[in-house]
């Protein structure tokens, strides 16, 4: 049994060391969103801000237009690290991670109905270490 500690020691210090290359930041309800499944939720001129508010939870963000209007924003990242951060020394010089920003704005009317709206998906990707200053 003593001499499958170091095993066991290693396999558990493995884990732990891969499971902190991923990090999800914002709002956790856009998680599962795309394009697609968020145009079929909302109806510019229908859906009201308290149906926003029931779907997507509270805005990270709020502003106002010019005009008065109220703006709401939604986003979460996923990001996980690449490669090259898992490399010892190498990762003081330049590491990085990538992955997938979602984004929903919501203009709402002065009746809080949604008058405008924005989904996005892009790729980020962040760069960190000496060299990538």
Avoid: H
Avoid at 12 to 36: M, P, W, Y
Avoid at 42 to 60: A, C, D, Q, R, Y
Avoid at 91 to 104: P, Y
């Amino acid at each position: 049994m003593t001499r499958n500690k170091p095993f066991v020691a290693l396999g558990i210090a493995c884990i732990l060391f891969l499971a902190q290359g991923c990090a999800t930041v914002g709002n956790d309800s856009l998680r599962k969103e795309t394009e697609s499944s968020v145009s079929t939720k909302i109806k510019e001129g229908v859906t009201t801000k308290n149906e926003i508010k029931n779907m997507f939870g509270s805005p990270l963000q709020t502003s106002y237009t010019d005009g008065g209007q109220e703006i709401w924003k939604y986003e979460v990242s996923k990001m996980s690290a690449d490669a090259v951060s898992f490399v010892p020394v190498v990762n003081i010089f330049a590491a990085s991670t990538s992955g997938m920003k979602k984004e929903l704005t919501v203009l709402f009317d002065t009746n809080d109905k949604v008058k405008k709206y924005n989904m996005s998906e892009s790729p980020v990707t962040t760069r960190t270490g000496l060299f990538n200053q």
